[in-house]
């Protein structure tokens, strides 16, 4: 794989825009790529100039317009490039089954249904953890942008509300850094912001973690609960149903925006050392059966090998409900 740069105009609402905009622009005038694939339906936008040159491929990531940050405008730009995206791209991919069933009550299309995954993670180490003073299986762990609609202010009220709880560590930056600041203004002293985090750092604690908490009010799928459940933690998440979708019976919920409710699984989970070790067992086993990446990249290939038609005997609007129905690597 070889990764090109190119530039974007990096701000909250161009960014991503200008970035695709370039990319598609590059891929329509050199001709030298064979299939676009567009991820998420701000760059979806694009979709249909860029499949007026080359096969192109969408991935539906989620309903980003539902999310609070957005204003007007930007939400008719997302909605737009989930309505172009949906109906001009060579084939469409969605990440759940529930934008799966959505891109066909809202729009007549069949999508595959190949979602995001996580790999399973050996025994890490715990060096990265002293940055921080933290001792390993002796805290609790948030992993996520640190924006409105992913539950912080609930989660902090939660934890301070349980006597003797573990540390909470939040991972995560923000471009809206009044937010954070407010997050971090009413975080007591036991609570502990790293920023963002990534590679060896970032698998330490999660492997270390004595329960990873997402209480987060919307989402498309969620990476970080699926990383968390690759390293074996036991995972509490709010129970909206993107999440429910992605932890299945192996992990533990609590009624969304309802401090009461959190506040009393996590003193649960926290307290019972044994239902943590077999949720965790259960995640790590779910990730393996049904978020394992060599079975994704090989389902994501065969699509682009459908649009080529390299595969004339592949229907891009297969119903597929599973990866099953999809060929193996």
Request: aromatic share 8%.
């Amino acid at each position: 794989m070889h990764i090109r740069r190119r530039p974007s105009l990096v701000t909250k609402h161009g960014d991503a825009g200008t970035h695709t905009a370039f990319c598609v622009l590059e891929a329509a005038l050199w001709r030298q790529y064979d299939v676009v694939h567009l991820h998420g339906i701000g760059p979806g936008f694009f979709t249909g100039v860029a499949r007026a040159f080359v096969p192109t491929v969408f991935t539906f990531h989620a309903q980003d317009y539902r999310q609070e940050k957005w204003g007007r405008a930007a939400r008719w730009w997302l909605r737009r490039g989930e309505s172009m995206a949906v109906r001009h791209a060579s084939a469409v991919i969605c990440v759940s089954k529930l934008l799966q069933s959505y891109t066909r009550q809202r729009y007549g299309r069949e999508a595959r249904y190949i979602p995001n995954g996580a790999r399973i993670v050996a025994a890490a180490g715990s060096d990265a953890l002293r940055q921080w003073d933290l001792d390993a299986g002796r805290y609790v762990l948030f992993v996520g942008r640190l924006i409105s609609d992913r539950g912080l202010p609930a989660l902090l009220e939660a934890h301070a509300g349980i006597a003797g709880a573990p540390t909470l560590v939040i991972v995560g930056d923000s471009q809206d850094q009044a937010f954070a600041a407010a997050l971090r203004a009413r975080a007591g002293a036991n609570v502990v912001f790293t920023g963002y985090q990534s590679g060896e750092a970032l698998s330490q604690l999660y492997a270390h973690a004595t329960l990873c908490v997402h209480p987060s009010e919307v989402e498309g799928l969620p990476i970080a609960v699926l990383e968390a459940m690759s390293h074996g933690r036991a995972v509490l998440v709010s129970d909206i149903p993107e999440n429910l979708e992605a932890v299945g019976e192996a992990g533990a919920s609590f009624a969304v925006q309802n401090v009461r409710a959190l506040r009393d699984a996590m003193a649960r989970l926290l307290g019972d050392p044994a239902e943590r070790a077999r949720l965790g067992a259960l995640a790590r086993e779910r990730v393996g059966r049904e978020y394992d990446w060599e079975r994704i990249t090989g389902a994501t290939e065969a699509v682009y090998r459908a649009v080529l038609g390299e595969m004339p005997g592949t229907s891009l609007d297969t119903d597929s409900n599973g990866l099953q129905a999809l060929p193996p690597t």
